[in-house]
């Protein structure tokens, strides 16, 4: 994207003191992260702790979520522009993880968390040094995730919870992971808990997964088997058969964040990506002067432009406590298709050189195949809207 | 489907710890103005009947006089500086309401004098006194006539039309084509470039403002497969000028500025056009059976509409920021050329989706999609290309 | 398309004497046809029986009918060159009704007509004096040609046939029309007849379409009723109660034609933008020599040399006695959605030019939606080729 | 799926008055040829291990000589004109059932050897005897160095790899990349520019013969995202030439000829590669099962296998055609272009279809699709980018 188009995007939608903000992670991400990557990745692992720990102590976690749970007391616009500073960064390992820690479990524990939840779980999680994964996905439950087989027997002071969890992304870094289970008597939406279990607990067995397309760096669980685990009530997180509910509600505002970080990404490709092409030339001229790449790149950029603002009104609804799962689900299908597309057409206008794993967009299309995958795939997305738009299924 | 088109409201968020003030664009209330809208289609039914809009001879300037009449151009217009987020948000209600009105169609001649002619003409200096007021009230009309025959549309460096001095008086000639609402016009605003710099100081494209009745001034109505009837050919044979509204060498920087608000007021009509046969394909997988049981029971069918209705929500985002820019008084050409390609983009897939989801009923005339369909490939030129767009696009 | 492409797309399919075929109807239609399709489009109609007549005398119809029917006894191949003729000239409401009468209700007649039908109906159709149309689509039924209304109760000798079939392109032109009914007993695939009905018959009545986008000369009738009609039993096409048999059986070959016709549009639609490109310029540049429209042009002129190959190899699949209809199934896909697709960027590349209803461009965008639509839609095509494939419906 | 793979039987229609004699491209009778096909890779099952070919030292040799050694390679190897269309159809044979094993990898190495250096390498009558017999028994291989850094692969007038003289011999300095077998070649036929006219006459590109082993070659493994472990590259430090395969100026000539089979045969490969990802899916998505129902019960599921099925049908014929366009020896480069370009849409567009229908399973290295995803991108710049086929397209 240009500059300008993208200052363009943001009109309006910023305060000040988030533009402060975002000009601060993006000097401590170019300083402290950045460099480091091409080491990180060429490694498959990333120092996750030490990464949150730093955003930590600059008070970066956690900023949306109430003072009185640890938070900063401020928008949720903070955490979108957080989303967009990792979407910057050349290695999605990172921009995931963080991700997760802070977006998609944090909120969980901040918003139905009890006190001790929050003790336990939260305020360390917002220093950077407890770290937090999320354990939902099951073999063959897929998007599904009702369809859970891990579960919780109610015993005196809590639940013994047993089952497996696949594909859990930074599962190997973590140090609790939030984990839905069904009770005995599930009867879907009820009859699920959501609960904390501590990586540390007797009976949690974590497993590296196999190779993948990319995420490499992502610490990625294969396996998170647990064994009789025993959970204690207070790390239940939502009410006791409200498991699946207090999950399901918390995907709706995870996906439009996740879509800033996807659309972010589009348009660090597409910059890069241009500032290449204006250096090379092939029969004399200047690739990136090429009319059909000119217009390829902007059409690119007209969809990442437009992208942003369905984004970004997402965001608004949300923050507002107007009714968002539309957006939601409309961004998240349009974001994720997008930024495969544009990973796709980047990597190809790098031609042989985009071929090689360690090129940054070799990576980056890697990488952002997933989103159309994870985290609501692309027809989850679908069927989600066509439900709220009323029209009936089968 | 419409849901993007209001600002949210208000309301506490349970456990939201910053307070909840909307930052999306929009947020004038535009109730009592909908409601207006509401009252004028009901009772003007007639006007607004989708065959009239078929023929040759559409009742353009019946609708006109009657929209001013009820006051609904004032009402999207700004009455100083400070007003200006009104009517623009004001004239995003016009569009939409018109784009679901008699398959859309009276929309165009609509926005052509209000946001094309009326809207230029207002920041002409020159303009005679009186002219806007009485477009204002829908008492006349004008059209703006850029487009010649031959040359492609964006390459306006190569003006054939041109103003000369005969005597004591200017004369244009030339030709014009495709220009919309030039067969109902009182006036015309026509670019033609001056080689002699009798209009001004320089040479260079000026534009100049003729009355359409005055000798020398031939109009007719193009056969075109979108925007039936509303779109003309103009010859001018030494046809007089009446004023000069910019001097040569000024007239295409007036219409660079000029199609900023142009090309996102088209971005809101192409997107509303865009929904609304959407809404109309949905409903009607309602009704339509085939195989025993009504299409929306297709998966496939639900999810080509949900798709399309994702499209839609995020042209009308980017559409909206764009009218609040605007407001501002700060959209860049870049991102007017961003919801204007978007748009363009979005009309014709959801209008070529719709047909097809129609099947045989979708291909016949008077059906909005395919009406929609053939609007959009119109609409797609005004006020620049998909590749001028894109070039904009590229400059940032 | 190129010449040479062209050329090459047919290399190895054509026989010498097919090839001639070509000339021959090429230096025809050239002098007879297309000098007045304007003025024909202009009135909004054509002399369907001219044309045929013309075609007729010169012994251009049924070349593929055994020779004891009244056909020249050649093979399918010389009608894939009358299909790819048509698709030449700038009217497809010549180019379909010329189409249905030879290839969709000739066809039935020749297979499945006793000695009586082909003496009334075929034999003087190949004259082209005794017009052929197909009354197949009723109100309410669309595509599902199995659920049609109108009735035919046998009666001694014959049946009587009540009911209204819509959107019968050619149909205020032709003389007898192809009519499926169903029996009182019908229980799909079974108790169905194919019957020809002529329009003199009594309680016929045939009147005009709505306006349509495209096909604005090609006669639709918007309604061929029938009511109380008397066919006699030796028009009947197939046994009986085997009707809706015999039709599906046509559709499958038929749309292997009618794919020729659309690929031959789409590759002089390609040819035409290209040498009127060619000639326009701005900015001082030919615009045909800008590069995004040289890859434009070269991406569709792949896509239909491609998919003539997949047209080919189907109508030798049917010559030669093979299972075509999967193939025919990809084809009609493939090749409608091109053709629409060509269609829509050449409109699309001839600017402001192109709006205008009497350029051969806009008609062409308007004729070729059509194909997406009728004699089989998209959809119908990809639920074939799903079942054909053995994926099991819901 | 396969049942355009064949020629279709010459059974009689009832009723067709013509004789039912099919012209379609194939006809040679490859069952004999399949058979081997079927025994070697049941044979050689660990060979063909898709994990093996996930490293970065895949067991490309021993592959090569175990092909060679079962008569695969001369089984798709003409002896004289006439014997082309048997030799050519049994090579789509070959391709196309390695196009399903290992989840296509070993395909790779394979067609490289023997339709891209053995086939160019007997083009050459410069070429040192005996070296295609050896290859053709997988005993040698050659790798072919085309493609320089920084230079875009269609590009070849900037060559910097050159060719001169010193004292006696003959030796190339320079660097190569993206060259497919060049960690497992004996020897590297090498364009170089001769700028001094070293090699014959002419100055301009040379195609020159050096041995692996030679001193003055370096060769690396590159670690790129398709092809696993397969391409390499090769730094050249005045390093003597074996062999002058064609002197300076006609280097290029050489392989723009060799360049056309290259093309069709590398398509046919992305074109089964494609058929084996969809067919794949198709047989997934009846055990995956989501929200209680097996995949392929979704219409919407159902009708994207159906269209890609189309597309592997249509393109399979498209590239049929090339080679009875080859096996008459009249092949045009622009034919020769489509079949590349449009394999590579199909391959890229049906690996990614794939992968999605696949879910979080597709993700996984290892997964058919996967794999065919992140080969397709090298194969679709093998023997030129898609760009140069459009420009070949262009030129007719």
């Not at chain 2, 009745?213 to 007719?220: F, I, K, L, N, S």
């Not at chain 2, 050919?233 to 920087?253: E, F, M, S, Y």
């Not at chain 2, 299409?295 to 949900?306: P, S, T, W």
């Amino acid at each position: 994207m240009t500059a300008t188009l993208t200052t363009t995007a943001r009109a309006g939608w910023f305060t000040e003191a988030e533009d402060r903000l975002r000009e601060e992670l993006t000097e401590h991400f170019a300083r402290q992260v950045e460099p480091h990557i091409p080491a990180w990745e060429s490694a498959g692992e990333i120092p996750l702790r030490d990464i949150l720990t730093a955003l930590g102590e600059r008070g970066m976690l956690g900023l949306r979520f109430p003072v009185e749970r640890g938070g900063a007391g401020h928008s949720a616009w903070s955490h979108v522009v957080l989303a967009e500073c990792l979407g910057e960064l050349s290695s999605d390992s990172v921009g995931m993880s963080v991700t997760v820690h802070n977006d998609m479990v944090a909120p969980m524990i901040a918003e139905a968390g009890g006190p001790e939840a929050v003790e336990r779980h939260l305020r360390p999680a917002l220093t950077g040094r407890h770290l937090l994964a999320h354990a939902v996905s099951e073999p063959g439950a897929g998007s599904d995730v009702a369809a859970v087989a891990t579960t919780a027997v109610p015993v005196d002071g809590g639940y013994r919870v047993s089952g497996t969890k696949q594909w859990v992304i930074a599962g190997m870094y973590a140090d609790a992971y939030a984990v839905l289970a069904r009770l005995p008597e599930a009867k879907p939406p009820f009859g699920y808990v959501l609960l904390m279990v501590p990586r540390s607990a007797e009976g949690v067995t974590v497993g590296p997964a196999d190779p993948t397309l990319g995420m490499r760096a992502a610490g990625v669980a294969g396996s998170v088997r647990l064994d009789e685990v025993f959970v204690p009530q207070s790390d239940r997180l939502g009410g006791h058969g409200l498991g699946l509910v207090t999950q399901l509600r918390q995907f709706e505002p995870e996906r439009i964040v996740s879509a800033c970080r996807a659309l972010a990404i589009a348009a660090r490709l597409l910059r890069d990506t241009r500032a290449r092409l204006a250096e090379r030339s092939t029969f004399g001229e200047s690739v990136g002067s090429r009319q059909e790449i000119v217009f390829r790149l902007a059409r690119l950029e007209a969809d990442i432009a437009a992208a942003r603002q369905l984004a970004y009104t997402g965001i608004d609804r949300w923050v507002a406590g107007g009714d968002h799962r539309t957006v939601s689900a409309a961004v998240k299908l349009r974001s994720s298709r997008l930024t495969r597309r544009v990973a796709r057409e980047c990597l190809h206008l790098y031609g042989a050189q985009g071929q090689l794993t360690e090129e940054g967009v070799n990576r980056a299309f890697r990488d952002a195949r997933l989103f159309s995958i994870s985290t609501g795939s692309d027809e989850m997305m679908l069927t989600a809207l066509a439900r709220l738009n009323g029209w009936a299924d089968d | 489907m419409t849901e993007l088109s209001t600002a949210p409201g208000l309301s506490t968020a349970p456990g939201a710890p910053a307070p909840p003030v909307s930052r999306a664009p929009g947020g004038i209330p535009t109730e009592v103005f909908r409601k207006q809208l509401a009252e004028f289609s009901a009772a003007r039914g007639e006007l607004l009947a989708a065959d009239r809009w078929e023929s040759q001879d559409p009742p353009v300037r019946e609708l006109l006089g009657a929209a001013g009449a009820a006051g609904l151009f004032r009402a999207a217009w700004a009455v100083d500086e400070a007003d200006r987020p009104r009517a623009l948000w004001h004239a995003v209600e016009l569009h939409t309401a018109f784009a679901r009105l008699g398959n859309g169609a009276p929309g165009a001649p609509l926005l052509t004098h209000l946001d094309v002619a009326t809207r230029l003409l207002a920041t002409l200096p020159a303009a005679p006194a009186g002219l806007v007021e009485r477009a204002l009230d829908g008492r006349t009309t004008a059209a703006l006539a850029v487009t010649e025959p031959g040359g492609a549309g964006s390459d306006l460096a190569s003006l054939t039309t041109a103003v000369r001095r005969d005597k004591d008086t200017l004369t244009v000639t030339g030709e014009k084509w495709f220009i919309s609402n030039a067969p109902y016009a009182d006036h015309l605003l026509v670019l033609a470039d001056d080689p002699e710099a009798v209009t001004g100081s320089r040479t260079g494209p000026a534009l100049l403002l003729l009355e359409a009745t005055a000798p020398g001034v031939a109009r007719e109505t193009l056969d075109t497969s979108g925007h039936t009837g509303l779109t003309g050919r103009i010859r001018l044979d030494a046809a007089p000028v009446h004023t000069v509204l910019a001097p040569g060498g000024h007239g295409l920087l007036r219409l660079m500025r000029h199609w900023i608000h142009e090309r996102v007021m088209v971005a809101v009509r192409m997107t509303e056009l865009a929904s609304a046969v959407v809404d109309h394909a949905a409903e009607a997988a309602h009704h339509r059976r085939t195989f025993g049981s009504a299409l929306i029971a297709n998966q496939q069918v639900r999810f080509r509409l949900a798709d399309l209705s994702a499209q839609v929500l995020e042209t009308r985002a980017a559409v909206h920021h764009g009218i609040r820019l605007l407001a501002e008084g700060g959209c860049p050409m870049a991102y007017a050329a961003v919801c204007k390609y978007r748009a363009a983009e979005l009309l014709r897939t959801a209008a070529d989706e719709a047909l097809q989801l129609s099947g045989a009923d979708g291909y016949r005339t008077g059906h909005p999609a395919q009406r929609a369909l053939r609007d959009g490939l119109g609409l797609a030129l005004a006020g620049g290309t998909d590749e001028l767009m894109l070039l904009q696009i590229d400059r940032g």
